[in-house]
Nanobody
């Protein structure tokens, strides 16, 4: 069975940092692009950061310079390092895996982890 399990969320003060992890299992992790999304109450889910299977990253303008996405294929894990957190970063953060080869064409989502930025 395919699983994506997010962890590392919590409550942090403005200006603080958190590191989210997404542990994957049940598919060939190295063949998948990995993406972080977030959804705040009353808002649409938005793309935060993505990384290709060749480790090329992309970021939403709102998090550029503050967030860093990375992956460790040996551990089947993608990370989101979040620095300089702002209250508007408060959301549930979701991990998504998208197949990027002819032999790996799945599309999987985790259940999310809550990030709250508040004083």
């Amino acid at each position: 069975q395919v699983q994506l399990v997010e962890s590392g969320g919590g409550l942090v003060q403005p200006g603080g940092s958190l590191r989210l992890s997404c542990a994957a299992s049940g598919f060939t992790f190295s063949d998948y692009a990995m993406i972080w999304y977030r959804q705040a109450p009353g808002k649409e889910r938005e793309l935060v950061a993505a990384i290709t299977k060749t480790t090329i990253p992309n970021y939403a303008d709102s998090v550029k310079g503050r967030f860093t996405i990375s992956r460790d294929n040996a551990k089947n894990t993608v990370y989101l390092q979040m620095n300089g957190l702002k209250p508007e970063d408060t959301a549930v953060y979701y991990c998504r895996a998208v197949g990027s080869s002819f032999s790996s064409r799945g599309d999987y989502w985790g259940k999310g982890t809550q990030v709250t930025v508040s004083s």
